[in-house]
T-cell receptor
Framework: NAGVTQTPKFQVLKTGQSMTLQCAQD?????MYWYRQDPGMGLRLIYY???????DKGEVPNGYNVSRLNKREFSLRLESAAPSQTSVYFC????????????FGEGSWLTVV | EDQVTQSPEALRLQEGESSSLNCSYT??????LFWYRQDPGKGPEFLFT???AGEEKEKERLKATLTKKESFLHITAPKPEDSATYLC????????????FGAGTRLAVHP
């Protein structure tokens, strides 16, 4: 059971470079999310897509863009990476609507130097 | 302000020594409280969802309970493989499936 799959697992970027994190889910979920996790802080929502064709900002959207390519895929783009974006990024998915369980991918470790 | 606080920040137990982790929350319109387990280098793994005060759920050595202001994750006779970070998250009404996460409790179980 694949669940939520993210690529790449690890990436090192130089300041100012751009990159895209890819995510796909095979659970037929309508909603997808991108979170970041930093030491000593809880997971924070960057962007979410409640359903195919919609995207909205979460808590910490600055410096990021997203694309909901289809029902399965949701990508996160860093247009001009900054050291403050060094973090672990998690893609997740759930059934649409509040109170539904959110399932996470294995994470992407990003270092910006 | 909506907030989720977990305590303790870290907990060290001997194998077989039972204990509890706490998750207190202040949100309006609770839609669900979630417990996840996270191993180093991995994503959060779903454990339980609780929806209403008085509800309890069990899985192997873990039991989660919910009151109107907090949740407990009880660990009975833990084993070293229970060592992980345990995350609590709360969903509340407000449009989309928004979760607020606590910072987690790092549990280490020693033989």
């Amino acid at each position: 059971n694949a669940g939520v799959t993210q690529t790449p697992k690890f990436q090192v970027l130089k300041t100012g470079q751009s990159m895209t994190l890819q995510c796909a889910q095979d659970m037929n979920h309508n909603s997808m999310y991108w979170y970041r996790q930093d030491p000593g802080m809880g997971l924070r929502l960057i962007y979410y897509s409640a359903s195919e064709g919609t995207t909205d900002k979460g808590e910490v959207p600055n410096g990021y863009n997203v694309s909901r390519l289809n029902k399965r895929e949701f990508s996160l783009r860093l247009e001009s990476a900054a050291p403050s974006q060094t973090s672990v990024y998690f893609c997740a998915s759930s059934e649409q609507g509040s109170g539904n369980t959110i399932y996470f991918g294995e994470g992407s470790w990003l270092t910006v130097v | 302000e909506d907030q989720v606080t977990q305590s303790p920040e870290a907990l060290r137990l001997q194998e077989g020594e039972s204990s509890s982790l706490n998750c207190s929350y202040t949100v309006s319109g609770l839609r669900g409280l979630f417990w996840y387990r996270q191993d180093p280098g991995k994503g959060p793994e779903f454990l339980f969802t609780l929806y209403s005060a008085g509800e309890e759920k069990e899985k192997e050595r873990l039991k989660a309970t919910l009151t109107k202001k907090e949740s407990f994750l009880h660990i009975t006779a833990p084993k070293p493989e229970d060592s992980a970070t345990y995350l609590c998250a709360v969903a509340f009404s407000g449009g989309y499936n928004k979760l607020i996460f606590g910072a987690g409790t790092r549990l280490a179980v020693h033989p």
